[in-house]
């Protein structure tokens, strides 16, 4: 693997944004998918663990694609750029596990002169361990320029949601009090509470059971007020039977206690018995 990626990243006459396609490793969700059980913790630690031991074997690679597609040009929507924004993020990711990339993350959150770069360079802040100063400043400063922009904010929460360092499931309920959330509208709850359940899977799978009764009583709170949105946040309850116990059990309790519900909307009553 390390041999193939130094060859990808040294070979300029490559498209950039295929390349950034062929750096990445499978998703966990991916992964959740081709396995016969799904052990989370175990997947995330081996994919996490893949991912820095090739940053670790090239770095001094990806430092130079990083510095080659920075562009003193003037943003445009076009092939080109897009295919070098990508390229340059991809290498951002992976300078993020060796500790060189918390600078350029910073510089980048700070010059960008689009959301795509300014939001790569915010979400590799939240999720280094290393790098929490210059990611709650990011935050901050995000949101203070952002605030008005309600597309823009959703995008802000989502970040966080998925931010897979641990304590995730107190962050999302924090947010849930801020002003860019409202369980009115379907954008952020998706942005937040969706994304929570659906891409942060090593929170949402606790083994104490909390993500799950979270999700029941969201989706609970949701069933008459919005039945379409909670008939989508019960899907990642709804495979529990790919899953090792104690999570098993747990998220069949889950959606037991969603059956309970002597009002439950047909959408929703149909996907959890069907489940079950």
């Not at 795509?116 to 935050?139: G, I, K, M, R």
């Not at 929703?268 to 069907?274: A, H, M, R, Y």
Request: proline fraction near 4%; include cysteine.
């Amino acid at each position: 693997m390390v041999e193939a990626f130094k060859a990808l990243l040294t070979d300029t006459s490559l498209d950039p944004a295929m390349v950034a396609l062929m750096l990445q490793l499978p998703s966990e969700s991916l992964l959740h998918e081709e396995a016969e059980t799904i052990y989370v913790d175990a997947i995330h630690d081996a994919r996490l663990f893949m991912r820095t031991a090739l940053a670790g074997c090239l770095m001094d690679e990806l430092q130079v694609v990083y510095q080659q597609n920075i562009t003193d040009q003037a943003y445009k929507p076009n092939v080109e750029q897009m295919g070098s924004r990508s390229l340059k993020n991809a290498a951002l990711g992976y300078l993020m596990l060796v500790g060189t990339g918390i600078e350029l993350a910073w510089a980048q959150f700070q010059n960008a002169d689009n959301m795509t770069d300014q939001a790569a360079a915010l979400s590799a802040l939240v999720n280094c361990p290393e790098a929490s100063d210059y990611a709650s400043q990011a935050l901050n400063l995000f949101e203070q320029k952002f605030r008005d922009e309600a597309l823009v904010m959703n995008l802000w929460l989502q970040i966080q949601a998925t931010n897979t360092q641990a304590n995730g499931l107190q962050r999302v309920i924090e947010l849930m009090d801020h002003k860019a959330f409202t369980m009115t509208n379907p954008n952020k709850i998706r942005s937040l509470i969706g994304a929570f359940a659906s891409a942060n899977h090593v929170n949402f799978h606790s083994q104490d059971g909390s993500g799950y009764r979270f999700l029941t009583e969201q989706i609970l709170a949701l069933n008459t007020v919005n039945p379409q949105v909670a008939a989508r946040l019960v899907t990642p309850l709804t495979k529990w039977k790919k899953f090792p116990e104690p999570n098993r059990q747990l998220m069949q309790n889950a959606l037991q206690d969603i059956a309970k519900e002597p009002n439950l909307v047909k959408d929703l009553q149909e996907i959890v018995s069907k489940s079950l």
